[in-house]
């Protein structure tokens, strides 16, 4: 059986095989825990903060302001919980976007029980935040600002370093998801002017389960979890040495070649989007015309179910823009949020493509959509 091509690039990316290779001897020969002083605690401790050293590079930052975590839901949980606690006392108003990932949204409605009032603003038609209107909601008691640097559905970059740039002019803390920006653009916490910064390594070519949080130095964060004084002292828990060292290399290959990687998957991108769009005339391609991901292509099909389309579509690997239950169709929340018309939200799909992909595969990918979607009858 021939596999699908792969086109979901944006829910994970496979390992790279120099990750892999990096990550054998901690799983064969380099066992010893980080803190353990003799020799085998030595070796991983030093794979641990080899990583480290890359993920700072590839961010900008210093290695000690690089916190490991389970990947990018835990990061934004240390970083929205533990900056909310530690600053209660300055006040309790956090301004985030509509259209966020839900391990930032969930994360601002469980503080919302906590007593803290959340603000969530609402985006253009290309799925981008008006700096201005976060800045009209700043308010005394305002202490953080949540704005993810690309959307994970449509690709839209957001004008964080505009954000932030008033956030700390203001003494408030900017914490930004970059979850599905590092490794496909750059990204520079000192640009961004941000305090707090989210990695996922699984987008990026390394192991799902490890990521990384940047904090800036002097910023202070309530822990989220107890225990001994590993990371710093703000994540207890033996370092996952294996994923550490998968994700350093992994960051260190993105930071070698980032520009062309990124021409790649561009240039994969714009060619499907263009033969979809040449073989299907009524498709609608969603997110900002220029200011989008290079490898992000959210295209809707008005009058199908977006899911069918997939279902009907087992040559080709890709996400949905909408879910089904029961029976029923829920639009995502950021096709709502960008206002896009039910009929086309729901036949809306998300390609996304990476390093690995040929023309050969992007060609053959469109010409089965093309023939599923012209087929295919809501």
Do not use: W
Not at 173 to 200: E, R, Y
Not at 259 to 274: D, F, I, Q, V
């Amino acid at each position: 059986m021939t596999s699908p091509i792969y086109l979901d690039y944006n829910a994970t990316t496979p390992i790279d095989p120099e990750v892999a290779n990096t990550m054998e001897p901690f799983l064969r020969e380099f066992f010893g825990n980080p803190s353990s002083s003799h020799f085998y605690g030595s070796q991983t401790r030093l794979a641990v903060e080899k990583a480290r050293k890359h993920i700072a590079s590839l961010l900008g930052a210093e290695a000690y302001e690089i916190v490991f975590t389970s990947g990018g839901t835990e990061s934004n949980n240390m970083a929205l919980l533990g900056a909310a606690r530690a600053r209660r006392h300055l006040g309790n108003h956090i301004i985030t976007t509509a259209i966020e990932h839900p391990a930032v949204l969930e994360v601002c409605g469980y503080l919302e029980k906590e007593g803290f009032r959340i603000s969530r603003v609402g985006v253009n038609q290309y799925g981008m935040v008006d700096p201005d209107e976060i800045l009209r909601l700043v308010q005394s008691d305002t202490i953080l600002i949540s704005v993810m640097h690309a959307n994970n559905e449509v690709g839209t970059i957001q004008p964080v370093a505009e954000i932030g740039k008033f956030a700390r002019e203001k003494g408030i803390l900017m914490h930004c998801d970059a979850a599905q920006s590092v490794g496909k653009i750059p990204v520079d916490v000192n640009v961004l002017n941000v305090d707090l910064l989210t990695v996922a390594g699984h987008k990026f070519y390394a192991p799902k389960g490890i990521g990384a949080l940047y904090i800036r130095q002097g910023i202070h964060l309530d822990k989220i979890t107890h225990g001994a004084d590993h990371e710093q002292n703000r994540r207890p828990g033996t370092e996952n040495v294996l994923e550490i060292a998968g994700l350093g290399k992994a960051g260190e290959l993105a930071g070698q070649n980032l520009a062309g990687n990124a021409s790649h998957m561009k240039k994969m991108r714009g060619l499907l989007e263009t033969l979809l769009l040449e073989g299907y005339p009524g498709a609608v391609v969603h997110g900002h015309p220029e200011k989008r991901l290079p490898n992000t292509l959210s295209i809707g099909f008005p009058g199908i179910e977006a899911n069918t389309l997939l279902g009907s579509l087992p040559g080709v690997a890709a996400s949905a823009g909408a879910a089904c239950h029961a029976g029923q169709t829920d639009v995502s929340g950021v096709l709502k949020a960008m206002e896009v018309p039910v009929d086309v939200a729901r036949g809306t799909i998300r390609l996304s493509t990476g390093r690995y992909n040929t023309e050969e595969e992007i060609r053959n990918a469109a010409g089965l959509i093309i023939e599923a979607v012209t087929n295919f009858k809501y």
